[in-house]
């Protein structure tokens, strides 16, 4: 992908995610890795608006290149991919249900959701609690990066889900999945419901590797 077709994916999908409501405000923040740099949303951006001319460009380091500031968790996108070499995009968002999933008291931090649909299991996988710090706070990249070589999904306490993937497109469909289940496992809270089965999840991850 060049860095041209980077922005415009990056546009595309903030603002598809904007109007169907994952984020509100300025919330959120999207990147794609290219090659040693780093395209991001900048800090303050709606992304509903954004302008691809003025995303965030960072070199390895994650110095500002070119564009607006970045956002202020760009810190956190480094961590992740510094775990995940492999992965070239990455998505955060404060999607309300969950950010309401995350503040529960009594979710199982090692597995937050239980594997309500295939597709969950096929795109998020297990997806484990990272403990709250303030925004900005440079301590959350180290409890992301203690997880992030085994997850390419977590949920941060009390704030939102952060997703990495192979590209854009991968890490949006993703993210979504994640708000679907949450929305999911909200409503039948209080019901008797019937997740997949190991042997079932078992086999799905096989097949089907996140």
Do not use: W
Not at 93 to 109: K, M, P
Not at 126 to 131: F, G
């Amino acid at each position: 992908m060049t860095e041209d077709q980077a922005r415009e994916r990056i546009v595309l999908h903030g603002r598809s995610l904007f109007e169907r409501g994952f984020g509100v405000g300025s919330s959120g923040n999207l990147s794609v890795r290219l090659g040693d740099r780093y395209l991001m949303t900048p800090t303050n951006a709606c992304l509903g608006r954004l302008d691809p001319k003025r995303l965030s460009l960072l070199d390895a380091q994650g110095e500002l290149l070119d564009g607006d500031q970045p956002t202020k968790e760009a810190f956190l996108h480094l961590a992740m991919y510094g775990r995940r070499p492999s992965d070239r995009a990455l998505v955060h968002l404060h999607s309300t249900y969950s950010v309401a999933v995350s503040c529960l008291a009594d979710v199982n931090e090692a597995d937050v959701l239980p594997p309500l649909t295939a597709y969950y299991v096929m795109r998020v996988g297990r997806l484990p609690l990272v403990p709250f710090y303030p925004p900005g706070d440079k301590s959350l990249a180290a409890a992301v990066e203690r997880l992030a070589d085994r997850h390419h999904a977590v949920l941060i306490s009390n704030h939102g889900p952060v997703v990495a993937g192979a590209d854009l497109d991968r890490a949006v469909y993703a993210i979504e999945e994640l708000e679907e289940t949450a929305k999911l496992y909200l409503l039948l809270r209080g019901s008797a419901t019937r997740p997949l089965t190991d042997a079932q999840v078992a086999d799905l991850r096989e097949r089907f590797p996140s």
